[in-house]
T-cell receptor, first 115, second 114 residues
């Protein structure tokens, strides 16, 4: 079965550079979530989208922005990167409507290293 | 706001022994509870979930968890572990009815030894 696809798997950037992470949800999933997992940390919710609109916002820095496109894929844009942004970034998707608390399906993550 | 506490950061156990991974939560409203497993360099995979109904929930790979409202706990158990169960396990809580943001605990690393 198709899963959540994230690209790239690994990304190395320098401080103050920008990065774009992509997420392709499971087909027919209209809700996308972004999580950040620092080294040895639990995943922290960043932001979510439903039907291309932002549905919820967590601890996402102002330097980050995200959007969901008409094909439901999502991109997380990160600017002015800092060393502390080094983390594993997970995307998850779910069928957001009509399915009582459907579980989130996670991708394998993008490992961002800022040097 | 809800929060999740996983009392053990690491749990070493011998193969075929039983294991319990502890999880306590706090929330001012009704919650939905989940356990996810993360294998090295992989995403989070749902083990089981509690939404309502029977407080004993069975999941994949022989795991089960029991929701205890009075103790605000959702401990994960397996009667006999395998080497392949070595992974990090995250307890998570959500307050919204439809698939929405999860608040995770800090995780418990289960190390199964032969």
């Amino acid at each position: 079965a198709a899963g959540v696809i994230q690209s790239p798997r690994h990304l190395i950037k320098e401080k103050r550079e920008t990065a774009t992470l992509k997420c392709y949800p499971i087909p027919r999933h209209d809700t996308v979530y972004w999580y950040q997992q620092g080294p040895g940390q639990d995943p922290q919710f960043l932001i979510s989208f439903y039907e291309k609109m932002q549905s919820d916002k967590g601890s996402i820095p102002d330097r980050f922005s995200a959007q969901q496109f008409s094909d439901y894929h999502s991109e997380l844009n990160m600017s002015s990167l800092e060393l502390g942004d080094s983390a594993l970034y997970f995307c998850a998707s779910s069928p957001g409507t009509g399915v009582p608390h459907s579980p989130l399906h996670f991708g394998n993550g993008t490992r961002l290293t800022v040097t | 706001a809800q929060s999740v506490t996983q009392l053990d950061s690491q749990v070493p156990v011998f193969e075929e022994a039983p294991v319990e991974l502890r999880c306590n939560y706090s929330s001012s409203v009704s919650v939905y509870l989940f356990w996810y497993v993360q294998y090295p360099n992989q995403g989070l995979q749902l083990l089981l979930k509690y939404l309502s109904g029977s407080t004993l929930v069975k999941g994949i790979n022989g795991f089960e968890a029991e929701f205890n409202k009075s103790q605000t706990s959702f401990h994960l158990r397996k009667p006999s572990v395998h080497i392949s169960d070595t992974a990090e396990y995250f307890c998570a809580v959500s307050e919204k009815e439809y698939g929405n943001k999860l608040v995770f605990g800090a995780g418990t690393i289960l190390r199964v030894k032969s």
